[in-house]
């Protein structure tokens, strides 16, 4: 298995929702990322967990929290977003400090209205 | 700021063309490079990597180079075709055992038929 696999493709959630997305991957990396992605934009690093703790925070409001339940599951969940935050949420997954590449999911499409 | 930039935002190919993709990054202690396909929708697909310690590698149609000179990345993709039609980004890891990786701009990629 070499894919990341996401859920759900779409969501679109009210700003006083709370849900979760889900990432999972089974080519026993052990180093998982969150990214965010505008349209029209590159991706931007949300969270990095290695060996199932989080290593990296890079500065994302409280209403995005992360989860690593296993070394092969990743969730962010969602609590009162800003229309702003709308845009494309992609997984990934590495071998810590590799050259393998990153493996990188095909998203969740979030629209919060 | 990102570190890692593509010189032209978007490129028109006849079909049957070589593609010359180009990529510009600012760290001299980068040591690893990805180029990555993103078509509409979808998440980035891994295209082809470089190390810091090669100037060329190969793969199937494409061509990646590295010049540490100029710190220079190009992707060559040879006898384009449509399913060529994307956008690519560069991305550079910063430092060795790095999980970060910095993406560039982007360059939308079109084949003319």
């Known amino acids: 298995d070499t894919e990341v696999t996401q859920t759900p493709k779409h969501l679109v959630m009210g700003m006083t929702n709370k849900k979760s997305l889900k990432c999972e991957q089974h080519?026993?990396?052990?180093?998982m990322y969150w990214y965010k992605q505008k349209a029209k934009k590159p991706p931007e690093l949300m969270f990095v967990?290695?060996?199932?703790?989080?290593?990296i925070n890079e500065s994302v409001p409280s209403r995005f929290s992360p989860e690593c339940p296993n070394s092969s599951l990743l969730n962010l969940h969602l609590h009162a977003l800003q229309p702003e935050d709308s845009a494309l949420y992609l997984c990934?997954?590495?071998?810590?400090?590799?050259?393998?590449?990153?493996?990188f999911g095909s998203g969740t499409r979030l629209t919060v209205v | 700021g990102e570190s890692v930039g593509l010189h032209l935002p978007t490129l028109s190919v006849q079909e049957g063309d070589n593609s010359i993709i180009n990529c510009a990054y600012s760290n001299s202690a980068s040591d690893y490079f990805i180029w990555y396909k993103q078509e509409s929708g979808k998440g980035p697909q891994f295209i082809i990597d470089i190390r810091s310690n090669m100037d060329k590698r190969q793969g199937q149609r494409v061509t990646v180079l590295l010049n540490k000179t100029v710190k220079h990345l190009s992707l060559q993709i040879a006898a384009t075709q449509p399913g060529d039609s994307a956008v690519y980004f560069c991305a550079e890891r910063r430092r060795p055992n790095d999980y970060k990786l910095s993406f560039g701009a982007g360059t939308t990629v079109t084949v003319r038929a």
């Open positions: 990934a997954s590495s071998q810590e400090g590799g050259y393998d590449g990153y493996t």
């Open positions: 967990y290695s060996y199932e703790k989080l290593s």
């Open positions: 080519m026993g990396h052990r180093a």
